[in-house]
Every structure is written in C-alpha cells, then in structure tokens.
C-alpha cells in the first residue's frame, strides 16, 4: 500500500461557505508528477470565485494557486526538474502536441497538463485542486510541467505572484496588447492584475500611463509601479479623461482589469482609432455586452481577451525574476501583508474591501 503524506492545506467544503484548514493525504508522484514543499502562495481572487462557486461546483476545494516552493520528490519520467529545485508553479502546462502548440503558440495551449492522481481528506474524500494547483497546503502535486526553475536567491514570497494575477497583467500589457515604447497606455481597474498591467507598459517603455479606478488608494498604489497619470473614475467621465489625456485621440492601447460590460464598454471606447482594447479582467458567466456593430467595424484596430496574459511560464517567469532581481521590476510593491493559512479567510474579506494588494501566505 502507498506511504500517504500528510499536509495541512485550506479547502472550501461548499459554496460561499467560510474555508477551512484541514489535514490532507497526498499521494507520492507519479510519471510525471512532482512533489512541491509550498514556501509562499498569494491570495489571489480566483481563489475566491473558488469558493463561491463561481468557477464550478466540484466542492470540496483544495484553494491555492499563485505559488512557489521547492521541488521535494519527482515520479517517473520527470527530467525537467528534480529534487530541490526552486520552482515557481504555473497552471498553464502546455502539452506540446494540441493544435496551439504545434503551430508555434503554446501560450494559447488547448490541452495543458495536470496532475493525475487525486489529493484527498483524510476521510478519502477527493480534493478539485484551484486551477489544477491547490497550493494552500505545506505541499501539494502537481505535473511536472507546472514548475518552473527561476533564480533561487530570489523571495518565495515575491515571485510566487507571478504564477497567476501579477503574471496576468503583466501579459496583457506586454504579450497581449503590444505595448512598447512610446505608446500611451490606459488600464482600467487598479488591483493586482491592473497594477501588473501598469508595471508591464512602464517595462515596455510606454510614455504615457494613465490609471483609472473609483479608490483613491488604488490610484495612489498604481502610481508606485509607474501610472504617469490617475482617473478617480467616481468623479468624472473615465472615457472623456483619457481622451483628454491622449490629445483628443484615445490610448494606444486600453487594458480592461475588471471585467464589467461598463468598464469593457470604456475600453473599447477610450481607444485610439486602430488602437488595442485587451480584456484580463475575469467576468462572471451572466456578464454580456452590446456593442454597435458599426462602431467594431469602423474604429478598427483589435479587441483581444488575455489569457493568463498569453504567458509562456517556460519564458516568462525567469525572465520577470532576473527583471526583479536586477531593481527593474518592483514585484515586492504587489505584497502589503504575510499571512498564515489560518488568516486565509480574514485576507479574503480584506480582499473584497480593497484593503490590499496582495496577502501571501508564507510556510
């Protein structure tokens, strides 16, 4: 019989119910699968719909996904990676073979890869892990396509934001919307994802930022990772702001951070003609639009949704780290408090009220 190995982890046992820490059983890795001892994992919002039952209803949830830890045990077949490694884990393992893949576009992977064998509760009761990852936990297994070795001086707790939000704006800036030097740039939204949009265009080099949001205090953190200029979208007309901003004519580029048919509605319109709007903002499924056709039509340019920022893990995440390593990417601007698993539910409400950036759980 297979030697079980306990963890203590966070689940959410039903829907919009308060989440729990409990003792779990992981199986040893399999081909294929790796053994991961967490050091740090965000708070990401993704973990909330989790919980609330707005990604699925595959109760109970092992929660936890923006993370990074060291490699402890490899299975079969796994070469990529091996024992103490320091990995930053990703949920988009790309399989190398679907249709994406093999016409050169593996950020857009169909097919991504998970690990095979289930984590359980103690009582045998299977565990849906968030985003195939479920890194609330001392450890956890995931396939080995889901690490990714990055520089191991750097801090667990800063650059495990990269495995999700931090990452996904980032892209949307870089990867998704194009962004590069002397463009103007607007993002629409100001929490992680945004203000990782807003790192991303300042890393690009784009001459003009323009963050919008309602909180004052968001527009004040944006402003740490690079916005040149700040819209209180509660006093005046975001759209006409940014016009005014851009001379009359629109952002090059509009990053929607929030994903609300309003705040799409401003982006589509708060570009320039032939301009890029970018969706990373993840909407809840009642969310729907309506756009006149003829405007699509003749504003031209692209309207595009960002997928994980269209990262490549592989490529993006050794890169970000040395960028942070080297004082060029603040990274540790995103973390406003350290936390334990037990304060996962008190980061979640913080969370909701916009009272922080990004809680990290740290082991």
């Known amino acids: 019989m297979q030697q079980m190995i306990k963890s203590r982890a966070v689940i959410a046992r039903g829907k919009g119910e308060p989440v729990e820490v409990v003792r779990i059983d992981l199986p040893e890795p399999g081909p294929g699968e790796v053994l991961v001892r967490v050091q740090a994992c965000g708070v990401c919002h993704t973990d909330l719909h989790y919980r609330e039952g707005g990604i699925n209803d595959d109760f109970p949830f092992l929660l936890g996904h923006e993370a990074a830890g060291v490699v402890e045990a490899v299975g079969p077949g796994v070469s990529d990676v091996s024992e103490n490694d320091f990995v930053v884990l990703n949920w988009r393992a790309v399989c190398g073979q679907c249709r994406a893949c093999s016409r050169g576009k593996p950020w857009y992977c169909f097919d991504t890869n998970n690990a095979e064998q289930p984590m359980r509760l103690e009582d045998g009761t299977e565990l849906s892990p968030a985003l195939g990852i479920g890194a609330f936990s001392e450890r956890t297994l995931v396939h080995a396509g889901q690490c990714t070795r990055v ?5 667990p707790v800063v650059v ?17 919307g194009g962004v590069t030097r002397g463009d103007s740039v607007a993002v629409i939204g100001c929490g992680g994802v945004g203000d990782g949009s807003i790192a991303g265009a300042a890393l690009a080099g784009a001459e003009k930022i323009i963050a919008v949001d309602r909180d004052p205090k968001k527009l004040a953190w944006a402003e740490e990772f690079g916005a040149t200029h700040t819209v209180n979208a509660a006093e005046t007309d975001a759209v006409a702001a940014i016009r ?4 009359g004519n629109g952002a090059d580029v509009v990053i929607d951070a929030v994903g609300r048919a309003e705040t799409f509605e401003q982006a589509f319109y708060a570009r320039d003609l032939a301009g890029t709007a970018v969706l990373v903002g993840v909407p809840s499924p009642e969310v729907e639009i309506k756009l006149p056709l003829l405007d699509v039509f003749g504003r031209g340019g692209a309207v595009k949704s960002s997928w994980y920022g269209d990262c490549l ?21 995103f973390v406003t408090e350290e936390i334990t698993l037990d304060e996962v539910e008190d980061a979640f409400t ?10 990290v759980v740290v082991f």
């Open 151 to 155: 520089d191991p001086a750097a801090r």
């Open 160 to 176: 495990s934001l990269l495995g999700c939000g931090v990452m996904a704006g980032i892209g949307a800036a870089i990867n998704t």
């Open 244 to 247: 005014s901003l851009t001379g």
């Open 313 to 333: 893990p592989s490529r993006d995440f050794p890169m970000l780290t040395n960028l942070h390593q080297q004082g060029r990417l603040p990274l540790d601007k």
């Open 350 to 359: 913080k969370m909701e009220r916009g009272e922080v950036l990004r809680s």
